[in-house]
């Protein structure tokens, strides 16, 4: 049954068994363990996972207890995709010697933005250039949140960090966020997509249909933390459906190059009344507060521009007007 | 010796020889990155897959790190892993050198030792090596290219034991065994395939007391290299040390059963003494060194000078018993070091064998001669100075110059 054909209902959802149990450790609030839960209901068979130094091992794997009910290998904050390719190797020659059964064992290498766009970034595009056969699953909480919320290259514009706080003469990050899944498309990947736990359903077709591809594919997923954000642990959900409605996140899928908006962000393509200002979704995070302040109007207004123009680039790759 | 099996000789250089022994060791993943002068070993192998002559997936990685790690996530998927690197490769390896050993996975790396970097150097020394002396690895260094290829086939018999299961470092000189063709004798497929075997999964026991196979398996799900803190980390530690004390017998084993397969048994397999037994005077060496200082030992022997030599086959796990036991009765003793420990009072194997002999009862001089870095020639006549400099400690009974530099403009 491919990703298309399966058809599923959120009871079916929530009687398949967890692969990612609770009792973890992650604090109230936190989206990438939401995250993480749905990608691992939508696993279509025997699954390894392996997944970079971050919030989300760390949380999970505390010995002696585990979240995982599936293989489950942590090596180094850069290793995520050289992982995968190991494994990938190892199961592909010992099936073929027939020391391991002939069937197929799919491969998730997981990573928060940290191991994503800065640290993990030459692992997972040298994996992806040799064409292993992996899924590999950014969940963005768009910082070094494990390490106490230092600014990565995943970090938007403006927002404060301790390593980019919002001081006297500087108004948080002034760099841009990296366009990374543009970057992974570049490398002339099969399957590339984004997406937001507030569209579950989208979230979980996308991994399926990543694990489906027989090579590398790459899913850029969004995931607030309260905790990094200044926000309430009851509204992360929120904030991930208002990033897409503001147009900050949108989500989309490109299937070999050729980009396509998924309908949550289809719908603002087409109502473009109905897209929100971005302050809807800054407001409220005690990172963006300083650009709230009349000095910083400016960088408000920055964040807006950027963000449209982005949209406007996007909205053309999707060949829409 | 009469049921030595027959052997074919080939010529090899010593990267040739430890990609055929690679080859022939059945190895399930490559994942390597070139580095002189370690790349013959990559391109030799490379060349068995593309002739289809071996059964390897071979994954070109991006980067020495990345090559670890892969290395690394195929052998605690179940493979037999095998990597090479040489100098900054694997000073970049570092970090995953330890996530290799801490998560016990019996990866096989040929080394071909080479100087590190500033100023830039290709050729000889064991700086890089001796830099990841406490990475938890097995490390060992051939004296020739026959030992490096009979110590590759060793390495994963030894790395594999369910006793062990650490990974295992071999250390061929750079270029000075690297890239020298030599006459190496090889065993057939089959006597190498025989003698190691297909690699064994020892079994764990999980939460629910049931034996699961220490390995990724989406039948027994497993939680591999998780995070331990104050209340677990330091008991995974101390394990490693008893897998490195359980080393230092495989070693032996392995090496007693490989001889009496080949007829070639590198000492006691830790230690290679030569000439030592009624020895005064001794120097201590390792990798292609002991080739030349044989040579002086038998020349001094012919002058009546009762001269010695130790290899230090094995470095980790230091083989301090036989090291005590193999110098007992040598007066002064010259230990050899092809790198340094800068600001440390000398180099890294004088640190050992000093500490070693602290507590015996001979109380020998000893002193050390920092040799070769970055592939500086050294002559049989400077080495012979060694022997000439101990037994004039002997005869005045005093060190003047405890470390010294052989060949070095000063």
Known sequence: MTAKEWKFTSKDIANKPDLFLSGHRACAGCAPATVLKLVMKATRGPTIVTEATGCMEVVSSIYPYTSWATPWLHTAFETAAANASGIEAALKIMKKKGRISKEHVDVIAIAGDGGTFDIGLQALSGAVERGHDF???????????????????????????????????????????????????????????????????????????????????????????????????????????LAVETCVFPVWEAVNGEYKLSIPSKVLSLAPQRKKPVSDYLKGQGRFRHMFKPENKALLEEVQRITDKRWQKLLKKCNLP | ??????????????????????????????????????????????????????????????????????????????????????????????????????????????????????????????????????????????????????????????????????????????????????????LSDEVVQQFIGIRKIPNVLTHEDKQSPFRLDPKNPMTMGPIALQNYYFEFKRQQEEAMKNALEAIQDVNKNYGDLTGRKYGNGLVDAYNLKDAEVAAICLGSTAG???????????????????????????????????????????????????????????????????????????????????????????????????????????????????????
């Not at chain 2, 194997?349 to 000893?366: G, M, N, Q, W």
């Open chain 1, 135 to 241: 899924l590999f699953l950014l969940y963005d909480n768009e910082a070094y949140m494990n390490t106490g919320i230092q600014r990565s290259g995943g970090t938007p514009h403006g927002a404060a960090t301790t390593t980019s706080p919002a001081g006297r003469a500087v108004p948080g990050k002034l760099e841009y966020k990296k366009p990374l899944a543009d970057i992974m498309i570049a490398h002339d990947m099969e399957y590339v997509a984004t997406a937001s736990p507030y569209y579950w359903r989208d979230l979980i077709t996308k991994v399926r249909k990543g694990l489906e591809v027989e090579g590398p594919a790459f899913l850029h997923v969004f995931a607030p933390c309260p905790r990094g954000w200044r926000s309430n642990p009851a509204k992360s959900i929120e904030y991930s459906k």
């Open chain 2, 1 to 186: 010796m009469a049921n030595i099996i027959k052997q074919k000789m080939m010529a090899l250089a010593g990267d040739q020889a430890v990609a055929y022994a690679a080859k022939q060791s059945d190895v399930d993943v490559v994942a390597a990155y070139p580095i002189t002068p370690q790349t013959i070993i990559v391109e030799k192998f490379s060349e068995y897959v593309a002739n289809g002559e071996v059964e390897t997936e071979f994954v070109c990685t991006e980067s020495e790190h990345s090559a670890m790690s892969a290395s690394l996530a195929a052998s605690v998927t179940g493979a037999r892993a095998f990597t090479a690197t040489a100098s900054a490769g694997l000073a970049l390896m570092h970090e995953m050198l330890f996530v290799t050993s801490g998560c016990r996975a019996p990866v096989v790396m040929a080394i071909a030792n080479r100087a590190l970097s500033a100023p830039l150097n290709i050729h000889g020394d064991h700086s890089d090596s001796m830099a990841q002396r406490d990475s938890g690895w097995i490390q060992m260094y051939a004296e020739n290219s026959q030992e490096a290829y009979d110590s590759i086939i060793q390495a994963f018999k030894i790395g594999e034991d369910s006793n062990v299961l650490l990974p295992v470092m071999v250390g061929l000189d750079g270029f000075t065994l690297s890239h020298t063709l030599e006459n190496v004798e090889t």
């Open chain 2, 292 to 410: 030349t200082m044989k040579t002086i030992v038998d020349k001094l022997r012919k002058e009546g000078i009762k001269a010695g030599l130790l290899r230090i086959r094995t470095f980790r796990p230091f083989p301090s018993k036989a090291i005590k036991s193999a110098l007992r009765n040598v007066k002064a003793i010259a230990v050899m070091d092809k790198s340094m420990s800068f600001g440390g009072n000398g180099g890294p194997a004088y640190h050992e064998i000093r500490h070693v002999l602290y507590d015996s009862e001979s109380k020998p001089f000893i002193v050390n001669y920092i040799y070769g870095l970055g592939g500086r020639d050294t002559s049989p006549t400077q080495l012979r100075t060694i022997y000439d400099d101990l037994q004039q400690i002997l005869k005045n009974q005093t060190i003047e110059e405890p470390i010294k530099y052989l060949g070095l403009r000063e």
